[in-house]
Structures are given as C-alpha cells and as structure tokens.
C-alpha cells in the first residue's frame, strides 16, 4: 500500500540558511499535518492543510511557512534557520480532516541545522 | 489546559512479560485518543484509537488499550512482549472544537514512554 512520502529524509543547513520540506499524502488523501519532533520530545503540531487551505495553525514560528498544493502535495518552507529549528519533522495525512480519520504519517525529515 | 500525560518516561520490562503503559488527560469531556509507536528511525504508526463505545480497544500487534472515563485514562496493554515492541510509544489526544464545522484532527502527543525489552 502506498504510504506518506517525505522528501529529503536528510538535510543539514547552516544557520540563517533556507530549507524545503515536502510532504506527498497517500493518494486520494486531501487533508496534511505537519509535526515538529525536536530531540527526545514529543511530536508537536505545526500546521495542517485541507483540501488546499490551512485549516489549523499551532506553535509553528514565523519563519516557516507552508502549503499545500493542487495534487495535495505539501511544502513546508522554513527561513532564517535557527539551532533550535533542529528536529525530526513529520507529514501525516489522512482521508479528510475528521478527526476520526486515521492519521498516516510519514518517515519524517531529519533536518540538522550547523 | 487541555492536556495529556505518560507518567513513566522509560520501562524496561522481560521478553514474555506483561506490559502496560499509562496515558492521562485532563480535558472536560473525553477527547479521542490514540496510540501510536516509533521505532528508532522510523515514523510514527497508530496502534489504536478511541473514540466511544466499548472501552476496552484492540489494536495492531496485539495490543490492547482501556478507556476509564472516572480515571481520565488511556492504559495501553499487551499481555506477553516480545523483542520487537522495543520502541517509543506515544499516547495522543485530539480534542474536538466546539464550533460548527468539522472537528479538526490535530493531535497533541504525551511526552512518551521509551520501551527496553530485556531477554
């Protein structure tokens, strides 16, 4: 079964530097959650997407940003890079933005920043 | 404050033992609750979910997990662990709005609880 794609599983950037994260659902998925994961902490939400439109903002700075695109693939842009921006970050995505909806989430994106 | 709490950050518990892993919230009404597992590396996967009806869930990999609404807690369990439940696991809740429209599945994740699995 197809599964939650997270490009690139790796990156390191250098302080004040920009980053890119993508995010591709599982087909027909049209609702996208980002979550931050910083080092032994728990996942924290960030932003999600339905159907093309933000629908939810939590503790996401504003250096980042994010969106989600017509084949409800999502970006999610982060600029000025701090130490601190250093984490595991996850997409999930699920069928619609009920909140009975399975959430399936991604590998994550180890971002490193120097 | 909406919340939820994993009271025991690590356990380490024998292969073939039992195990359980507490999970509390603190919000007015009951919220829908979750339990996912990470491995190292690896993402998060959901083992099982609440959300009304019979309190006692069944989930994935044999695990199972009770609702107690006077307690406020999501006790996830498994009767006989194997080597392979090595791994992260995270309680979470995802609490409903009160507007009009759809509920928004955002979910906020306990702190977590590491699993060693000893032979």
């Known amino acids: 079964a197809a599964g939650v794609i997270q490009s690139p599983r790796h990156l390191i950037k250098e302080k004040r530097e920009t980053a890119t994260l993508k995010c591709y659902p599982i087909p027909r998925h049209d609702t996208v959650y980002w979550y931050q994961q910083g080092p032994g902490q728990d996942p924290q939400f960030l932003i999600s997407f339905y159907e093309k439109m933000q629908s939810d903002k939590g503790s996401i700075p504003d250096r980042f940003s994010a969106q989600q695109f017509s084949d409800y693939h999502s970006e999610l842009n982060m600029s000025s890079l701090e130490l601190g921006d250093s984490a595991l970050y996850f997409c999930?995505?699920?069928?619609?933005?009920?909140?009975?909806?399975?959430?399936?989430f991604g590998p994550g994106t180890r971002l490193t920043v120097l | 404050a909406q919340s939820v709490t994993q009271p025991d950050i690590h356990i380490t518990v024998s292969e073939g033992a039992s195990l359980e892993l507490r999970c509390n919230y603190s919000?007015?009404?009951?919220?829908?609750l979750f339990w996912y597992v990470q491995s190292p590396g690896q993402g998060l996967q959901l083992l099982l979910k609440?959300?009304?009806?019979?309190?006692l869930v069944q989930g994935i990999k044999g695990f199972e997990a009770e609702f107690k609404r006077s307690q406020s807690s999501f006790n996830l369990r498994k009767p006989s662990v194997h080597w392979s439940d090595a791994a992260e696991y995270f309680c979470?809740?995802?609490?409903?709005?009160?507007?009009?429209?759809?509920?928004?599945?955002?979910?906020?994740f306990g702190a977590g609880t590491q699993v060693v699995v000893t032979p």
């Open positions: 609440y959300f009304s009806g019979d309190t």
């Open positions: 919000y007015g009404a009951t919220p829908y």
């Open positions: 979470a809740v995802a609490f409903p709005r009160t507007s009009t429209t759809d509920s928004w599945g955002k979910l906020q």
């Open positions: 999930a995505s699920s069928p619609t933005s009920a909140i009975t909806d399975t959430q399936y």
